[in-house]
Antibody
Framework: EVQLVQSGAEVKKPGESLKISCKGSGYSFSTYWIAWVRQMPGKGLEWMGIIYPGDSDTRYSPSFQGQVTISVDKSITTAYLQWSSLKASDTAMYYC?????????????WGRGTLVTVSS | QTVVTQEPSFSVSPGGKVTLTCGLSSGSVSTSYYPSWYQQTPGHTPRTLIYSTNTRSSGVPDRFSGSILGNKAALTITGAQAEDECDYYCALYMGSGIWVFGGGTKLTVL
């Protein structure tokens, strides 16, 4: 069974750093792109970026370029999303999602999300 | 920056038919954007409904269908049920590994 298991909820202060994770299992992790999607409270889905675990090729939405870093450790089948200095506006649910590998271009499996709360 | 447009809200009567659309701020949506649709109940993980314009994901009821209507992608629900009341998002593949989600449509069944 394909699973994307995300790390648990986080409560942080502005200015702190954070790295959340998404562990894939039940499939060939290296051959599926993994995306990160933000959902701010009461708002819609926003595509942040995507990484290919096989070679760490990474693409970012212009809205998130320079604001976050997406990385991967394929040896432990885990993708990461990190911030060096959180802001209150980073408070959101963050989902990882697996992109179909067959050129059909959609997200076929989703993690359950990691809630990040940034508050002083 | 590319904006993907969706109706903010829509209403449908139980048993009725509704078509939600997904457009571009500049240009037309075609199959080359591989439009996909996701359903989300508040507080829950998105669920994949439709991909590659008109292919239903596994387990999705056949009352959901996807198409291109004019210059937009479309999600049609034929025979809406109470459990279809939730948020619907489209996503377009812009090429070069870049995706954009629409702002979402809140569907009310009443």
């Amino acid at each position: 069974e394909v699973q994307l298991v995300q790390s648990g909820a986080e409560v942080k202060k502005p200015g702190e750093s954070l790295k959340i994770s998404c562990k894939g299992s039940g499939y060939s992790f290296s051959t599926y792109w993994i995306a990160w999607v933000r959902q701010m409270p009461g708002k819609g889905l926003e595509w942040m970026g995507i990484i290919y675990p096989g070679d760490s090729d990474t693409r970012y939405s212009p809205s998130f370029q320079g604001q976050v870093t997406i990385s991967v450790d394929k040896s432990i089948t885990t993708a990461y999303l990190q911030w060096s200095s959180l802001k209150a506006s980073d408070t959101a649910m963050y989902y990882c999602a697996r992109q179909d590998p067959y050129g059909l271009y959609y997200f076929d499996n989703w993690g359950r999300g990691t809630l990040v709360t940034v508050s002083s | 920056q590319t904006v993907v447009t969706q109706e903010p809200s829509f209403s449908v009567s139980p048993g009725g038919k509704v078509t939600l659309t997904c457009g571009l701020s500049s240009g037309s949506v075609s199959t080359s954007y591989y439009p996909s649709w996701y359903q989300q109940t508040p507080g829950h993980t998105p669920r994949t409904l439709i991909y590659s314009t008109n292919t239903r994901s596994s387990g999705v009821p056949d009352r959901f269908s996807g198409s291109i209507l004019g210059n937009k992608a479309a999600l049609t629900i034929t025979g809406a049920q109470a459990e279809d009341e939730c948020d619907y998002y489209c996503a377009l593949y812009m090429g070069s590994g870049i995706w954009v989600f629409g702002g979402g449509t809140k569907l009310t069944v009443l």
